[in-house]
């Protein structure tokens, strides 16, 4: 089970980290991911990382987010700098396990004014 936090209303250029908390050990999660949905849109990769640490990025979010997992902990993280209006969508964390069974959390609303 995966719960996100951390979502909040923030202005233009602020900043957020969300949290994706597992409820066991995330050592057997081979890849986690950040989806975001906006309102009327598909949702959407925004980052990736593997258990080694390799991480991957949308284009959007590229050089502003910065994905990282701390195994010890059990979570997972996304701190978001630089944030726009088009950052405003409901943003949820992906597990997938080396048995390849595929786990979500319910997701965190980030909102950007303008």
């Known amino acids: 089970q995966l719960v996100e936090s951390g979502g909040d209303l923030v202005q233009a250029g602020g900043s957020l980290r969300l949290s994706c908390a597992a409820s066991?050990?995330?050592?057997?999660?081979?890849?986690m991911r950040w989806y975001r949905q906006a309102p009327g849109n598909q949702r959407e990769l925004v980052a990736v990382?593997?258990?080694?640490?390799?991480?991957n990025y949308a284009e959007s979010v590229k050089g502003r987010f910065t994905i990282s997992r701390d195994n010890a902990k059990n979570t997972l993280y996304l701190q978001m700098i630089s944030l726009n209006p088009e950052d405003t969508a409901v943003y949820y964390c992906n597990g997938r396990y080396f048995s390849n069974r595929e786990v979500w959390g319910q997701g965190t609303l980030v909102t950007v004014s303008s």
């Open positions: 066991g050990s995330i050592f057997s999660i081979n890849v």
């Open positions: 990382i593997t258990l080694g640490g390799t991480t």
